[in-house]
């Protein structure tokens, strides 16, 4: 039965204050032998980066060495463009997977942000994965085509404002998956982060900086898929 972390984490206007804060948090899920440690959207600050920055790879050298998952947010650079992305790192270090922020929200992503064009579910050695990022979860067909797909777990790396509240519950309802929702400690978002399995909430964190964790029994999701067959 896989465990799950989520780190709800303060952002700093300083890349490497940033970098120092995910490290500790992989150190942190680690002790408690989660396999994957969540963290939210542009937890490393608007600076941006491209892949083989120094600093990823101090994200993915931790990942190695203490044989764990990681999702976090960042703002990427490629072709030329500019993206608000999300990135998957094994437990080998490697970038499995970079997820582009599809759905961009007006006023909060940067003005020079492109758009994502695709998404696909993920294969881990604990289960199957679809990322999403913020304003991706006013889209739910975006999200039903991830648990069509095969997605056990849902993360969503970042949400916004009390309106938001009560989703997580209802998106792991409708596609009959966990549901993870991982916001940062600052004032400009809710502050509140959530585990949800599609019957209720199973862990969550309010108005404070710290790191929860749930067991997901993915046979749960089996049982309830097979039984409801929700997803044709």
């Known amino acids: 039965m896989p465990k799950i972390a989520l780190a709800q984490i303060e952002v700093y206007d300083n890349l490497n204050k940033n970098i120092k804060k995910v490290l500790e948090y992989i150190n942190k899920a680690s002790i408690k032998n989660a396999d994957i440690v969540c963290f939210p959207e542009s937890c490393l600050g608007d600076e941006v980066l491209n892949l083989y920055s120094k600093e990823i790879k101090q994200i993915q050298n931790k990942c190695k060495e203490k044989s764990i998952y990681c999702i976090f947010g960042c703002h990427i650079k490629e072709n030329n463009k500019i993206y608000n992305s999300a990135l998957l790192i094994n437990r080998n270090g490697e970038v499995q997977y970079k997820y582009n922020k599809r759905n961009l929200f007006n006023g909060l992503d940067l003005s ?106 993915l046979n749960l999701i089996k049982r309830l898929r097979k039984k409801y067959n929700c997803l044709d």
């Not at 991706?136 to 404002?161: T, V």
């Not at 509240?165 to 400009?188: G, K, M, Q, W």
């Open 112 to 217: 020079k942000t492109s758009p994502g064009k695709e998404n696909k579910v993920i294969k881990t050695d604990f289960g199957k994965i679809g990322i999403i990022i913020c304003w991706d979860f006013a889209f739910p067909e975006h999200i039903k085509e991830l648990a069509k797909n095969g997605a056990e777990i849902l993360d969503d790396s970042g949400i916004s404002k009390d309106v938001f509240r009560s989703y997580p519950l209802t998106r792991a309802f409708e596609n009959l998956s966990f549901f993870v929702s991982c916001d940062a400690f600052t004032n400009e978002v809710l502050c509140e982060s959530y585990i949800c399995s599609p019957l209720k909430i199973m862990n969550k964190i309010k108005n404070r900086e710290g790191i929860i964790f749930s067991d997901l029994d």
